[in-house]
């Protein structure tokens, strides 16, 4: 089996979650946060919608500057519609899965950098980078969107259901 095999049906498990809580996110809450000091519900929406969008880059690019020092730094999207925060999310999921069914084990095992201003945050494999930085990520965003929108009173299946 390839990487690519072993890590498709964690993807998809793991994004149906994602995707339930997304599609739950009201637009009356968006700009709701628990604490000055902590991100909205918008921005935790838009960052699990565009972290599956990064599995393409991951895996065409070798190196991702968050802040070059000759261009603006990357910026999480804020979009303000919770149907096009899901659409965005759908579009990068499909994308995602496109590029890691036609990547070979080889591929998966290639370097990947993060820099942010020319400095090297670190270097993974691309499979593991995918692992952590995509599909952990994920989880971790879902886990805090989740007790966001629970403190608000929004109900929704749980992502573990049994």
């Known amino acids: 089996m390839t990487i ?11 994004m149906g979650r994602t995707r339930k809580v997304l599609a739950a996110v009201p637009r009356q809450h968006l700009d709701w946060k628990p604490a000055e000091m902590l991100h909205t519900i918008g ?16 895996l065409q690019q070798d ?8 261009g603006p730094a990357y910026k999480t999207p804020s979009i303000d519609d919770p149907a096009k925060i ?22 998966m095992a290639e370097c990947w ?13 691309k499979g593991a980078c995918i692992r952590t930085w995509v599909l952990n990520h994920s989880v971790h965003h879902r ?10 009173g929004v ?8």
């Not at 690519?4 to 793991?14: C, K, N, R, V």
């Not at 950098?113 to 494999?125: A, E, I, V």
């Not at 109900?155 to 049994?162: A, C, L, Q, R, S």
């Open 143 to 152: 886990g805090i969107l989740s007790v966001y929108l629970r403190m608000c």
């Open 86 to 107: 899901v659409a965005s999310f759908d579009e990068g999921l499909v994308a995602a899965r496109a590029a890691i069914a036609a990547a070979t084990d080889a591929v």
């Open 113 to 125: 950098t993060m820099k942010m201003g020319g400095q090297t945050l670190f270097t993974l494999s």
């Open 43 to 58: 921005w935790n929406a838009n960052h699990l919608a565009e972290i599956v969008g990064w599995t393409s880059m991951i």
């Open 155 to 162: 109900e929704f299946t749980p992502v573990y259901d049994g």
């Open 63 to 70: 190196v991702f500057d968050i802040a070059p020092v000759d």
């Open 4 to 14: 690519a095999e072993l890590m498709l049906p964690e993807l998809d498990e793991e």
